[in-house]
């Protein structure tokens, strides 16, 4: 039989693996969405819990939709994984053990998962489901009727497939069963991602069973975090890796990210929670503060280089930091562009713009540029355009929001600057392309794209002052290719 994690006695020592008694843990948090994030953020702060203060929160993990192996390969070794922090000159490993149980809509069946939602120990559901887990409009938060799941899950109340509708039917169950309700927690970037959550699971309620809307609204809370920590996709490189670390065995489920690690959460739960203040997390009234902060300095930053660096030929974050018109670039962005809309008080925005580009620049993180350009009209709504309607009305300057906004069109146009295919990866793929097919490339392509209205709404199509800074920008990239627009905005500055 081959070696399994689980053999934590032939791990090297260099390992940690957990001290704590597994079996006293308590499944008391449901988790959506058992991908690289919540691997190597969420359970790592659990660990930490049960490992230093004796904490008995334990986790069911649920993947229901994508992720079959992932769940899978937890379930072939004990419910146990590591997570590796990367740096240039150090990995550091632990086994995490606060999984006790793992489940996939699709194969463990939909029953498995309700059932495990509508326990009585049961006090948290939290998701990391991608922002189009949510099936609304980014653009302005509210369910997406449209959306194929939503209208399947209209239908079809009692046998959900979207994650809004899996979570309404958990919690008509616990409301017919006469259980309490659980505190519904989103991880997803997205700017006040509890008020999101609490939107879209109100507004379907409403839609199938009104009184079931009315008892959600007095037995549920949708606490806001503001979650960072950066993860790249698992690559196989990344599991070789890992496999070293752990003397020669094999992890699947491995994850690797870095040594940072930052959470802040609105304090606002129904029915208890761990005391995650106990191992860094900040337990707070208001998150909105510091989600903005995050969300238009860490990921505008990102998306601004993900989309010039992938035109520009750099694979990687790291690699775009190697060259300093777009370190330069991604930091007159943070400070000039994004930093002055920014409502967060007490916080030095230079020192923390220089600490992102720190650890922008971690080589051992190969963070591609590829991935953070994925669903870009789920992102730009809150990493891009908020500043920009903030800069319209105050009349200020946004040359770096407009450049990245045009680099993301240019990406989406499928076609990188020596004439390769862009591979494009967003759930209004068919709506994108086919914006692009009935347009010419040049300003016919910026206007057809500015009509996405899921994304750029009806304001800033009609603005002249935003058409014509895009425009301008996109000119550039297709004259001059995306490394020289960053060496001429960053020349002018
Ligand atoms: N990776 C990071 O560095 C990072 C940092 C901060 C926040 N986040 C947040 O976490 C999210 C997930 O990131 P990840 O790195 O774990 O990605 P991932 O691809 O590893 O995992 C995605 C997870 O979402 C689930 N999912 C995808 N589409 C879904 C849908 N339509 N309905 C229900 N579930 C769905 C999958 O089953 C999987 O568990 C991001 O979108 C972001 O909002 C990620």
């Given at each position: 039989m081959h070696q399994t994690i689980s053999q934590l006695d032939v791990l090297p020592s260099s390992v940690t693996t957990?001290?704590?008694?597994?079996?006293?843990?308590?499944?008391?948090i449901v988790h959506l969405g058992f991908g690289a994030f919540h691997r190597a953020h969420q359970a790592v702060y659990a660990d930490l819990l049960a490992t230093e203060h004796h904490s008995d929160w334990g986790y069911c993990e649920v993947n229901l939709i994508g992720g079959e192996q992932q769940v899978a390969d937890l379930k072939q070794q004990d419910l146990l994984y590591s997570v590796a922090e990367m740096s240039p000159d150090n990995w550091d490993c632990r086994v995490v053990g606060v999984v006790r149980e793992a489940l996939h809509a699709e194969v463990d069946g939909l029953d498995a998962v309700l059932d495990a939602m509508t326990r009585k120990d049961i006090a948290i559901v939290s998701i990391?489901?991608?922002?189009?887990?949510?099936?609304?409009?980014?653009?302005?938060?509210?369910?997406?009727?449209?959306?194929p799941m939503i209208q399947h899950d209209l239908q079809n109340p009692l046998i959900p497939k979207s994650a809004p509708g899996t979570i309404v039917a958990a919690l008509r169950i616990r409301r017919n069963q006469g259980l309490p309700g659980f505190t519904v927690m989103s991880c997803d970037n997205m700017p006040e991602n509890g008020h999101v959550t609490r939107n879209v699971i109100l507004e379907l309620a409403r839609l199938q069973e009104p009184a079931l809307a009315e008892w959600i609204e007095s037995s549920v809370t949708f606490p806001s975090t503001m979650v960072d920590r950066i993860v790249p996709a698992v690559t196989p490189e990344t599991l070789e890796k890992i496999q070293h670390q752990l003397g020669g065995i094999a992890d699947p489920a491995g994850v690797a990210c870095e040594p940072f690690r930052q959470w802040v959460i609105e304090d606002n739960f129904v029915n208890g929670r761990p005391e995650w203040e106990k191992v860094g997390a900040e337990l707070v009234d208001n998150v909105l503060p510091y989600e903005e902060m995050k969300l238009r300095m860490l990921n505008g930053s990102h998306s601004f280089l993900a989309y010039l660096g992938y035109l520009g030929g750099y694979q990687h974050i790291s690699d775009c930091m190697q060259d300093k018109s777009y370190a330069l670039a991604a930091r007159y962005m943070m400070l000039d562009e994004q930093a002055p809309t920014l409502s967060t008080k007490d916080v030095d925005l230079a020192a923390y713009a220089d600490s992102l580009l720190n650890r922008y620049r971690n080589t051992a993180l190969k963070h591609r540029t590829w991935q953070i350009a994925m669903d870009g009209t789920q992102k730009l709504p809150q990493r891009m355009l908020d500043s920009v309607r903030w800069h319209l009305s105050k009349n200020s300057q946004f040359s770096y929001l407009a450049l990245g906004i045009a680099a993301w069109m240019r990406y989406v146009g499928g076609v990188d600057e020596q004439g390769q295919p862009i591979e494009i990866s967003d759930p209004l793929l068919p709506l994108i392309q086919e914006k692009v097919k009935g347009s010419a490339e040049g300003h016919a392509r910026v206007t057809a794209l500015l009509s996405l209205d899921a994304v750029f709404g009806s304001d800033l199509p009609s603005n002249s002052r935003f058409v014509s800074a895009v425009t301008q920008a996109y000119d550039s990239l297709l004259t001059n290719g995306a490394r020289k627009s960053v060496q001429a905005l960053v020349k002018t500055y």
């Open positions: 957990p001290s704590y008694d597994r079996s006293a843990l308590k499944t008391r990391t489901i991608t922002e189009k887990g949510y099936c609304h409009h980014p653009a302005s938060g509210v369910l997406n009727l449209d959306h």
